[in-house]
């Protein structure tokens, strides 16, 4: 069996803020440092073999918690960023939506906005490294560091879902988890999502 451990990122002040960040670099906040703290020896206990992070810094300082005690290299892959969202990047959603009014509600909806990057490129690249994840994983466990929407798109792609299937799926939450496996017999399967470490919410 193949598992990979798709982790999103702790939280950073713009999460808290409700601003988008997109391909923005941005820290840990101290409540993000904690969460990943909390949950490093959970995942730690779970022997895994390789660590895959987004390459901005809110992931690689996450990927790096689990690192101290694991031993193990953060490798970086700019495939695993989250959406680009273009001139939204760094507005909070009330500004948007007072920005882009239009556009704002087409986005709530889950339709195509001119400058975002189409769900389909970002599904496509983050189930790209998943797979190559697996592939060098030959059986083992591996945890992957991503983004909250990128990971989302990541897993539906990769599971084949249709778009009005990943629409009722909620995000994960900061340093949260899915829990991704794979068989010969039985392919890829979901056996859990927006897992945490306890006392992480």
Known sequence: MTRLIVWRHGNTDWNAGNRIQGHIDTDLNDVGRAQA???????AALR???????DLRRCHETAQALAVLTGLEVA?????RERYF??????????AADRFPADFVRWKAGEPVAEHEP???VGGRVAAVLGEVAE???????????HGGAIRQGIATLLGWPAGV???????GNCHWADLRWTP????????YNVAAAGNH
Not at 37 to 43: K, R, Y
Not at 136 to 146: A, E, F, I, K, Y
């Open 37 to 43: 703290e909390a949950a490093a020896p959970v995942l």
């Open 48 to 54: 895994p073999a390789l660590i895959v992070s987004s």
């Open 76 to 80: 970086t892959d700019k495939r695993l």
């Open 86 to 95: 273009g001139a939204w990047q760094g507005l909070t959603q009330a500004e």
């Open 119 to 121: 769900w389909a490129e």
């Open 136 to 146: 060098r994983l030959d059986g083992g466990t591996g945890v992957v560091v991503c």
């Open 166 to 172: 990943t629409r009722t799926v909620a995000g994960l």
């Open 185 to 192: 017999a039985r392919g890829w399967q979901l056996h859990g």
